[in-house]
């Protein structure tokens, strides 16, 4: 037989190529991902030089002048938030000066009062104060003037953003001061979450412009942020990672924590509800949990990480946890309780990205970079409103120049990671190339071997057969000579008794010489049909005795196919009855009719012959019955491991049911 390989050359060729086209726009898809990451990290870090330099010289602007040197603002904190107004006008209260950077004064339940002592420098002028906090709870300005409130508003970010005096994602307060009169602004603040209170003074065009480049710092942001997703979600589209889909969840989630942290979802998702403080730390909580699932997705194959697998199980248990309770928890708990899980989390990342990075794994060198740039970003943004560090551009815009360099980067690092992947699954190809290789080489020599031996016993088996069937054709013409033979016998006999008794041994070797012409003549050399081989017997038997034309033979025979060894007594069996029903059971050139009824039942060959004849003699017994020929179907029946049973005055019923044997393993 000819070698065949399993997967045919011209199959396996066409896959080759169509892998190998795969391949080629895998890489090409890759190379293009990191030329992208890597534009959009260039062109981020220019992005935000530029917009530092133009905001430099904004500021610097002789025009305009220092931003917080027109007034000079001082606190006072109220630990029961029982003082009002009325007690602002009253004076008497001892206010401390608010110094510039040093605005943040944590947690607290305290009311805080704050103080702007204003003078106009030229004449009547408009300016604008902002609290740069947008997520202020409740804040009442006045502004006073010789004792007497002029203007009043009252907002927060409880409050619909139409209430405010001006909208604006910070909280903006616009005043008209007369040249030469001095005025007093109060501002009274609560809030569940930090206290807050950078505080700026702007004139109209110089607020006007240091809004627009607020807003354009904000948009390209955020459009970067929605770029990154949008490519990210391309890439997933074609690639099929889910490392990217779950980037994008992430991105999406941190942009989003972003907007709400800027005030931006605030004014532009959802401006008539301000029921919307749990937002906060919800958003904490999903961004910290994409996170997880994210880098677990990302490093999915170094055993290093698998070690770590029950603490990130329990991580993402902990915050799907907290994120759920966050619906039920006080704001401030739940703020804090994120920013403490956050710092667990970030510890517990740095520590399983250090100790890839240790053991060589190439693409988390990218994610500690990456999340290095994010935590340096933030450190610089809390260190500036804690007054440790000056207030500049890097220092204010640190999350937001902190994050996107970090998804810069980590688009560099799905990139990488894909690539280790594509050389990864080239080496298992490459394997497995060569395994099917060998494998085609041992499984065409042992198709060889069986294939020699297969032939070998084909012609064992041909010789089997014809030698059985020669076998069977031999057996059958001896038993055909001894039936002549006897036949000649009992033409010489004048003894009646004698001859029926020769005749009734020529039925019996007849019916097992029928046996053989059956095998001999069927492809199966040792099964027969037993009904094919009764309706044979039962012809050949009524023909002997020339009742063919007065006795009616019926049959209802299954094919039941039996071994030799059941069908030889089933057929003298089947003899003895119908040499008996026609030699007793009818009288001398009288008609009758004999029945065989042969089924199968659950394993169980059923036999039923009867007559209408003239029946048995009273009393008679199968078990106890002298003659030659119920002692033989006695005899053969418990042969078969049959039961068996014969009744009968009025004709006789024959019944006999045994269990078929299974075909032997050669006889299959």
């Keep these: 037989m000819e070698a065949v390989d399993l997967w045919p050359s011209g199959f396996m060729g066409q896959f080759g190529n169509h892998c190998s086209s795969l391949r080629s726009s895998f890489y090409e898809l890759v190379g293009q991902a990191q030329a992208m990451a890597k534009i959009c990290l260039v062109a981020m870090v220019l992005l935000f030089w530029g917009i530092n330099r133009v905001q430099a010289e904004a500021s610097s602007d002789s025009k305009y002048g220092p931003r917080a040197a027109l007034f000079a603002a001082s606190y006072l904190q109220d630990k029961t938030g029982e003082l009002s107004m009325r007690d602002m006008l009253q004076g008497g209260m001892t206010f401390s000066a608010l110094k510039a950077g040093k605005t943040d004064f944590g947690f607290t339940k305290s009311v805080y009062w704050v103080k702007v002592d204003l003078a106009s420098v030229s004449e009547e002028t408009r300016y604008y104060l902002e609290l740069a906090y947008p997520l202020m709870d409740d804040i009442e300005f006045s502004l006073v003037c010789d004792g007497k409130v002029v203007e009043h508003y009252q907002t927060g970010f409880r409050r619909p953003f139409a209430e405010r005096p001006l909208l604006n994602r910070n909280f903006v307060f616009p005043m008209v001061l007369s040249a030469g009169i001095r005025y007093s602004a109060f501002l009274r603040l609560a809030n569940a979450d930090r206290m807050e209170i950078p505080l700026y003074l702007w004139g109209q065009d110089q607020f006007i412009e240091s809004s627009n480049v607020q807003l354009l710092i904000l948009g390209l942001y955020f459009g970067f942020v929605v770029l990154i997703a949008l490519y990210n979600l391309f890439m997933f589209a074609v690639l099929r990672f889910p490392a990217f889909l779950l980037y994008v969840t992430y991105i999406l989630l941190f942009g989003f924590f972003m907007a709400t942290q800027n005030g931006l979802s605030y004014e532009f998702l959802w401006p008539q509800s301000w029921d919307n403080h749990k937002i906060l730390p919800q958003t904490l909580a999903l961004f910290e949990l994409a996170v997880t699932v994210f880098l677990w997705v990302f490093f999915e194959n170094p055993p290093e990480i698998r070690r770590y697998k029950k603490y990130f199980t329990i991580s993402e248990v902990v915050l799907g946890a907290f994120f759920i309770c966050s619906y039920i928890l006080n704001y401030t708990l739940a703020i804090q309780l994120a920013a403490i899980l956050l710092f667990c989390q970030a510890t517990f990342l740095m520590y399983v990205g250090s100790r890839l990075l240790l053991r060589g794994n190439r693409t988390a060198r990218y994610v500690m970079l ?22 500049n551009f890097i220092s204010s815009y640190g999350l937001q120049i902190g994050s996107a360099l970090e998804i810069s980067l980590l688009s560099l690092a799905i990139s990488a990671r894909f690539h280790e992947k594509s050389r990864e699954m080239n080496e298992m190809l ?140 089933c057929g003298l069996i089947v003899n003895e009855i119908i040499t008996n029903s026609v030699k007793h059971a009818f009288p001398p050139g009288g008609s009758g009719r004999i029945a065989i009824e042969l089924h199968e039942s659950e394993g169980r060959a059923c036999l039923r012959v009867t007559d209408n004849g003239s029946g048995l003699p009273a009393g008679i017994d199968i078990r106890t019955a002298s003659s030659l020929g119920l002692q033989l179907v006695r005899t053969l029946s418990e042969q078969l491991h049959g039961q068996t049973e014969l009744r009968g005055t009025r004709g006789t019923v024959f019944e006999i049911e045994f269990p078929i044997e299974p075909p032997k393993p050669w006889s299959q």
């Design 370 to 391: 990456a999340f290095s740039f994010l935590l340096v970003g933030g450190a610089l943004y809390w260190l500036k409103i804690l007054g440790i560090v000056e207030s």
């Design 430 to 569: 490459e394997k497995a190339n060569e395994e099917k290789s060998k494998l085609n080489v041992k499984i065409n020599r042992e198709l060889e071997e069986i294939t020699a031996a297969k032939a070998e016993l084909d012609i064992a088996f041909s010789i089997n057969d014809t030698l059985l069937k020669e076998v069977h054709h031999r057996v059958k013409n001896n038993l055909q000579i001894i039936s002549s033979l006897l036949k000649l016998q009992s033409h010489r006999l004048k003894d009646a008794e004698a001859k029926g008794a020769i005749d009734d041994s020529v039925n019996r070797i007849f019916s097992m010489a029928l046996i053989h012409e059956e095998l001999y003549k069927n492809k199966n050399l040792a099964q027969v049909s037993l009904g094919d081989y009764i309706q044979e017997l039962s012809t050949q038997i009524l023909q002997l005795y020339e009742a063919g034309t007065r006795i009616e033979m019926r049959l209802a025979l299954d094919e039941i196919p039996i071994e030799i060894d059941q069908a030889i007594p």
